[in-house]
């Protein structure tokens, strides 16, 4: 019991103490060096070539969740971040939106990573000519960083919560913005390199940038309580904490300088114009669906396989279910994206009242609202089909052989033989996930490891953020 609850202090210290890190960017000598130079020619904003045309930003949204598919950060939070997103960067243009899904990965190295295996899941899951952004458990101790060899932003789903500046912060990396202190991440600058009040030196001195002021604060810092320094002149001063470039607490931050602006529209014309090789989107209006089933206050539900439907909405891209156990939803039992109108829950628990509810996104638009919410309880008895009739297969997916003997090899092909990635979801006939994992669909067929340990009935349900398979299979 004792080692125990020693590993459990060990852990909560090292979680605590993860996120004490707020960034983790380190700019690569290219990014400063063209920041420099544009610098140089913008000494002010009075040469501005600024239009008001929006720049659309196709951001690539990988979620990582650890091995079983535990962690993910919540697709509620996720939605209105990207719409917060879009107002931090208004005065810049730039628009956001989610470039063809979600990417989920499972993968626990990835999900509390080091920098190492942070290189890794960027090698490998990056998508070419957008912003890759990871939602993980813990990026590398910090609460976010933009790797510059990576090409990509990792941000802690304990960062990212909604009113969060860290998103914007990294994205401003990205786009070539250093800290307002740079140089003290590392120490104290040499005098001549720390930054004056007087502006004198703010060319050449920290950020470069001279319309934000000086700061000397790599660290957390509130904006009720900021710290006093003194410039090489002897002048005092406090930082100022409204810029996302900051180390202040986010909810100081509210802004980038207008030098800081028209550097991250320069570079996205500049050494980032890949992105804007797209098509513009066309931000669409949706409506609120309507829940179909189940009715209001409908009884015994089966927790392990609750069936939700709901109706299509013109516009439509994709849709959110939540399925909560509070009626202001802050106990997530559910939280599913989808381009279908139903959605199959298995994870519930017995004999509780939930509420539920779906939000449609359109294309470039997250920020709707929820529909409200209807209320349901499960009952006691769980789904125990006695034949794979009793699942209501789409017929269009197909198993082979089946039954198949334990820890044996199955056969999964679905009509249309739709190569590529496909979400693989397992569980067994009490509703508990045995697997959930990426896998790839070549020549119209996949091939799946059936578990070793326990014969049964199964349900395999397979989506690619299109369509959606599910089916039965006997182990024997
Ligand atoms: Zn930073």
């Not at 005098?191 to 319309?211: H, P």
Request: glycine share 8%; aromatic share 12%.
């Amino acid at each position: 019991m004792k080692k125990v609850l020693t590993i459990l202090l060990v852990l909560t210290q090292t979680l605590a103490w993860s996120q004490d890190n707020y960034c983790g960017t380190e700019m690569s000598e290219d990014q400063m060096t063209w920041l420099r130079n544009w610098q140089l020619e913008n000494l002010s904003i009075a040469g501005s070539t600024r239009e008001d045309d929006i720049i659309y930003v196709p951001l690539k949204v990988h979620v990582v969740g650890n091995d079983e598919g535990g962690g993910y950060i919540s697709l509620n939070i996720l939605m209105q971040d990207i719409c917060d997103l879009n107002d931090q960067f208004a005065p810049t243009g730039f628009y956001f939106y989610i470039y063809e899904g979600i990417n989920y990965i499972n993968n626990s190295d990835y999900y509390n990573h080091d920098w190492l295996n942070g290189a890794y899941m960027m090698s490998e899951n990056n998508v070419a000519n957008v912003v890759n952004m990871y939602f993980v458990g813990d990026p590398a101790g910090n609460c976010g960083y933009f790797s510059p060899s990576g090409n990509a932003m990792a941000v802690a789903n304990a960062c990212a919560g909604i009113g969060n500046s860290t998103i914007a912060h990294e994205l401003g990396h990205f786009f070539s913005l250093p800290h307002t202190f740079y140089g003290w991440e590392w120490g104290t600058p040499s005098l001549s390199e720390q930054e004056q009040v007087d502006g004198d030196n703010c060319v050449f001195a920290a950020d470069g940038f001279c319309d934000t002021p000086p700061d000397y604060a790599p660290y957390r810092w509130n904006c009720s309580g900021p710290p006093t320094f003194t410039d090489p002149d002897g002048v005092e001063f406090q930082p100022d904490g409204t810029y996302y470039m900051s180390y202040s607490n986010d909810e100081c931050t509210d802004k980038f300088s207008p030098l800081q602006q028209e550097a991250m529209i320069a570079n996205i014309n500049g050494p980032r114009d890949e992105l804007l090789a797209y098509d513009p989107i066309v931000i669409t209006d949706v409506d609120t669906t309507t829940l179909l089933f189940p009715e209001d206050l409908q009884e015994n539900l089966f927790s392990n396989y609750a069936e939700l439907s709901w109706a299509s909405v013109e516009n439509a891209e994709a849709y959110i279910v939540l399925v909560s156990l509070t009626v202001n939803f802050t106990a997530i039992a559910a939280s599913i994206y989808t381009t279908d109108t139903s959605a199959i829950i298995t994870n519930l628990l017995p004999e509780k009242t939930y509420r539920w509810k779906v939000k449609v996104v359109g294309e470039g638009n997250t920020c709707e609202g929820y529909n409200t919410y209807r209320t349901f309880s499960t009952g006691a008895e769980t789904f125990s089909p006695t034949s794979i009739e009793d699942i209501d297969g789409t017929a269009a997916m197909q198993l082979y052989p089946n039954p198949v003997a334990l820890g044996g090899m199955v056969n999964v092909t679905v009509d249309g033989q739709m190569d590529g990635q496909w979400q693989v979801r397992m569980m067994d006939i009490t509703g508990r996930q045995v697997m959930n994992s990426t896998e790839t669909m070549a020549q119209g067929r996949l091939q799946l490891e059936m578990p070793a340990t326990q014969a049964g009935m199964y349900i395999i349900q397979l989506s690619n953020g299109d369509k959606f398979f599910q089916s039965a299979i006997q182990v024997n």
